[in-house]
């Protein structure tokens, strides 16, 4: 009789009889006891007697081809075309930022892995550090969207290779990058334009008017952080002021305010030419 079993126990019973158990690949639990079985396992096999004994046990040596082992370390590591500056460029052009009330509260890292194979397709990816369910989903879309690297060797032949990448999600870079991504009720096309809007001065210049105009509501203790989405018009007017992140009702009626009577922008521009393009704020009240 022939097993392919998962996991095997033999032990003795109180009466001193020998048992034989067998977790099967199915899934069942198989009594032996009594039989003589030939038992096939991942890492060998064994043959036992009606006694229950050991006769024979088979070592087999397992080991995939060279043609498809994945290396997690190697002579020659995979390179992304142009090095990390190039690989983190476009991570951060490529990113799609989520952007609704929860997702602004969170920051963080996703850590990916994936295989590089011989051929330089990244496949098989997968999170190691989870940051949050659609932060990592959005880490797993990014590598796989990666285009091919240039692949890593081992005794000079191209080999497939593991490759750990952490993708960070921060406020701060979508902010800096002007990278607009999600409305609250819809999803746009992550890609940015040519041009994105600019504050006149930059963003200090803007960072001042806000500070210099804002009006922190009477008699509250609150502090914190909203988040402001807007459109910034082909005429550089700001128009559809929304919340993406909330306070408090009466701090958000302050952000929104102060996002309305900005002045008009410099506009986006796509081809050359001027168009509608959304930029999101953070308005920040302190004590």
């Known amino acids: 009789m022939s097993v392919l079993f998962l996991d095997l126990a033999m032990f003795t019973t109180a009466n001193g009889q020998n048992q034989v158990m067998v977790v099967t690949s199915s899934g069942d639990t198989i009594d032996l006891s009594g039989s003589k079985v030939h038992i096939i396992g991942n890492n060998g096999s064994v043959d036992i007697d009606e006694d229950g004994h050991v006769r024979e046990r088979r070592q087999v040596e397992q080991s995939k081809s060279s043609e498809d082992k994945v290396y997690t370390s190697v002579e020659q590591m995979p390179t992304f075309p142009g090095g990390e500056s190039a690989l983190k460029n476009y991570i951060d052009s490529h990113i799609q930022f989520p952007v609704d009330e929860y997702a602004c509260s969170v920051e963080g890292r996703v850590v990916v892995k994936f295989v590089v194979t011989k051929t330089g397709s990244v496949e098989d990816v997968i999170v190691v550090r989870s940051l949050d369910d659609i932060f990592d989903r959005e880490a797993v879309r990014l590598c796989k969207s990666l285009p091919n690297f240039v692949p890593g060797r081992q005794n000079g032949?191209?080999?497939?290779?593991?490759?750990?990448?952490?993708?960070?999600?921060?406020?701060?870079?979508?902010?800096?990058?002007?990278?607009?991504?999600?409305?609250?009720?819809?999803?746009?096309?992550?890609?940015?334009?040519?041009?994105m809007p600019t504050f006149p001065g930059g963003e200090a210049a803007l960072i001042k008017w806000i500070n210099s105009h804002i009006q922190r509501p009477n008699d509250s203790c609150i502090q914190g952080k909203v988040i402001v989405q807007f459109v910034v018009t082909k005429t550089g007017r700001v128009g559809d002021v929304k919340i993406v992140r909330s306070l408090d009702k009466e701090f958000d009626q302050e952000a929104i305010r102060v996002c309305k009577s900005l002045p008009n922008f410099i506009p986006g521009r796509q081809d050359g030419k001027p168009v509608a393009t959304w930029y999101t704020i953070p308005i920040t009240f302190k004590l």
């Open 157 to 195: 032949k191209p080999v497939n290779v593991w490759y750990t990448l952490p993708i960070y999600f921060n406020w701060r870079n979508v902010i800096e990058k002007r990278r607009i991504i999600k409305t609250l009720d819809d999803v746009i096309d992550a890609s940015s334009v040519e041009q």
